[in-house]
Structure formats: C-alpha cells, structure tokens
C-alpha cells in the first residue's frame, strides 16, 4: 500500500526562525511528483511548493524550500523567516500511481506553531 | 477568476439520513476530485469524476456517490448516513492532462448525531 507518513504531530518555531517538517512515502513508482499544503484554520488547503521526483534540483518558493532525498524517499519542508501567518496543519502528499490528475495520498498531517 | 467553491459550509443530519454536498470548480477546470477529512486526519480520495464520468475511486462504499454536470460543477452523495461519516469534505478541481495543482475548496463540514 501506498503510504505517506509525518512523523511530527506538531511543531513549535520562533518568528523570523527556521523549521523542518518531516515526511517520507512508500511508492513503487519511478516518476512522480510530491506535494506539500497548507491548512489553515479557515480550512482551505494551499498548495505550497511541488517537487518532481525526476528533478535533482530541491523546489524552492520564497520562503519555503524542500529537501528531496529520492533514494530515501524522503521530502522534507524547509520554512525560513517564519511568519505568524504560517501556522496551520501542513500535509505532505504524492498522486496515486498511474493517476495523471493525482488522487492524492495525505499524510496525518504536522501542526505548526508559530510564536512571536 | 473565480475559485472553487463548495455549499454548504456545515450541514447537521442524523444517521441514516441522506446527504448531498455541493462543489462549484475552478473556471477552467474539468476534472473534480472529493476528499474526507475526518477531525485530526489528513484528506483521504473518494472519488475523481472528469467529463461527467467518475474516473478512479478511493476505498469508500457505495453508499457514497457523486455526480458532475456540463459545467464541471459536482455533487457528492452519501446515503444512509453513519457516525463515522461525520468529518470535512472538500472538493478540489484540476484540469486534466498534466500533474497540474489541485485547487481545493473550504470544504462543508458534516455532522451526523
């Protein structure tokens, strides 16, 4: 079974400080994208930032970067310069295989608090 | 342009009841996903419909069914309403053909008593 696992319930950052959030997936399949959101607590899921699989090169957007490690299947969640408006549930998550639109696979998900 | 939007936003029913949730997508977009997101958990896939058609459907009864119309606009059905039904459900739309970002609504929160 596909499965995509946050090891980190919750999380706790100083403003302006840095934090990594923590996700690794199980998949079979060799092209892929993998995809961190944000939820916070008006609900509506954010996209973040979205990693090839086929990329070597991290993603990176603004403030937020990903540490793609392919081999280890691991793709964690860099936020600099944290803001207080950054505190939400955040969800890693990849497309189930074959599925071109991505009925994505969630993880349990890492809530983040920011403390100014 | 406009967003996905969904209706209602919270909908109290009793078990056994039926329900349908509503979900408005993107301009643009032709292909809409459902997700059930119970309390403390990440989303998980009911089902995708994309040119009227479900296309792909997680491991949920029938029981729960949908619908897409020309537009692309979307219907989530559940009959015979559990407990455990009780949760967020949200609609996220796309269009098909690449792994494009999914655009999620605010979701229409359930409760079954």
């Known amino acids: 079974a596909q499965t995509v696992t946050q090891s980190q319930p919750e999380m706790s950052v100083q403003e302006a400080e840095t934090v990594t959030l923590s996700c690794t997936y199980d998949?079979?399949?060799?092209?892929?994208?993998l995809f961190w959101y944000k939820q916070p607590p008006s609900r509506q899921m954010i996209l973040v930032i979205r990693?090839?699989?086929?990329?070597?090169q991290n993603a990176t957007e603004n403030r937020f970067s990903v540490n793609f490690q392919k081999a280890a299947k691991s793709f964690s969640l860099k936020i600099s310069d944290s803001q207080l408006g950054d505190a939400a549930m955040y969800f890693c998550?990849?497309?189930?295989?074959?599925?071109?639109?991505?009925?994505?696979?969630f993880g349990k998900g890492t809530k983040l608090s920011v403390k100014p | 342009e406009t967003g996905v939007t969904q209706s209602p936003t919270h909908l109290i029913k009793t078990r056994g009841q039926q329900v349908t949730l509503r979900c408005s997508s993107q301009?643009?977009?032709?292909?809409v996903s459902w997700y059930q997101q119970a309390l403390g958990q990440g989303p998980q896939f009911i089902f995708q419909?994309?040119?009227?058609?479900?296309?792909g459907r997680g491991n949920f009864p029938p029981r729960f069914s949908g619908l897409q119309f020309p537009n692309y606009s979307s219907e989530l059905n559940v009959n015979a309403l559990e407990l455990d039904d009780s949760a967020l459900y949200l609609c996220?739309?796309?269009?098909?053909?690449?792994?494009?970002?999914?655009?999620f609504g605010p979701g229409t929160r359930l409760t079954v008593l």
């Open positions: 996220a739309s796309s269009f098909r053909g690449s792994y494009n970002e999914q655009f």
């Open positions: 998949t079979s399949e060799s092209d892929y994208y």
């Open positions: 990693q090839e699989a086929y990329k070597q």
């Open positions: 998550a990849y497309p189930t295989p074959g599925g071109s639109q991505g009925n994505l696979i």
């Open positions: 301009s643009g977009h032709n292909t």
């Open positions: 419909y994309y040119r009227e058609e479900e296309n």
